[in-house]
């Protein structure tokens, strides 16, 4: 199994133009979410999905936007690039079983400079 | 918020030696999780214990917790260079599974 599969692994963007980060998980499992990492912290969490058609705010959603057609994939758009949205962005899943006492499983990261 | 903040921000022991490292949360929770990353990479998923456990073994690793404190400890006994990571707790509730995560305890382990 392939697991967590984001691409691209870096990009480069000027300020100001948009671009998608792609995210795609084959464990069947019905949560997903998307993390930025900025250097020396800790994950924020962006948004996440229950489920295909559902997705919510988290933490520090402005100025990205999600979409869950599918249970495989949840791209994350960046609408606008800035400078601030510099990071290591992280793609998660887990499974909706055992009442939501599952681990999550974490792609390798998307390093994103914007410039 | 569900935010587990870890402690000691940072942890530099010898090989051999263990290292013990804090998760404090705020709100009650169904489970809390301990995740680890090297350099950068996406986390890996430790050790999940669930708000009815106290304590929870996995190989070298051993995970407390007291729901009347709010707290949870990972203890990596015999500690090696390869332990050398951050590690990350995640108080979590049931629903959507949604992980929230603290600022992690890095962890350096000298040969």
């Known amino acids: 199994n392939a697991g967590v599969t984001q691409t691209p692994k870096f990009q480069v963007l000027k300020t100001g133009q948009s671009m998608t980060l792609q995210c795609a998980q084959d464990?069947?499992?019905?949560?997903m979410s998307w993390y930025r990492q900025d250097p020396g912290m800790g994950l924020r969490l962006i948004h996440y999905?229950?489920?295909?058609?559902?997705?919510d705010q988290g933490e520090v959603p402005n100025g990205y936007n999600v979409s869950r057609s599918t249970t495989e994939d949840f791209p994350l758009r960046l609408l606008s690039a800035a400078p601030s949205q510099t990071s290591v962005y992280f793609c998660?899943?887990?499974?909706?079983?055992?009442?939501?006492?599952?681990?999550?499983?974490f792609g390798q990261g998307t390093r994103l400079t914007v410039v | 918020s569900q935010q587990g903040e870890e402690d000691p921000q940072a942890l530099s022991i010898q090989e051999g030696e263990n290292a013990t490292m804090n998760c404090s949360y705020k709100?009650?929770?169904?489970?809390l999780q301990w995740y680890r990353q090297n350099s950068g990479r996406g986390l890996v998923h430790l050790i999940l214990?669930?708000?009815?456990?106290r304590e929870k073994h996995s190989g070298r690793l051993r995970v407390t917790l007291d729901t009347s404190k709010k707290s949870s400890s990972l203890l990596i006994t015999a500690s090696r260079a390869a332990d050398t990571a951050s590690y990350f707790c995640?108080?979590?509730?049931?629903?959507?599974?949604?992980?929230?995560f603290g600022g992690g305890t890095r962890v350096l382990v000298k040969p």
């Open positions: 999905s229950v489920g295909a058609g559902i997705t």
């Open positions: 709100t009650s929770i169904n489970n």
């Open positions: 995640a108080p979590t509730k049931a629903a959507g599974n949604k992980l929230t």
């Open positions: 214990i669930r708000s009815n456990e």
């Open positions: 998660a899943s887990s499974s909706a079983g055992a009442g939501g006492n599952t681990e999550a499983f």
């Open positions: 464990m069947n499992h019905e949560y």
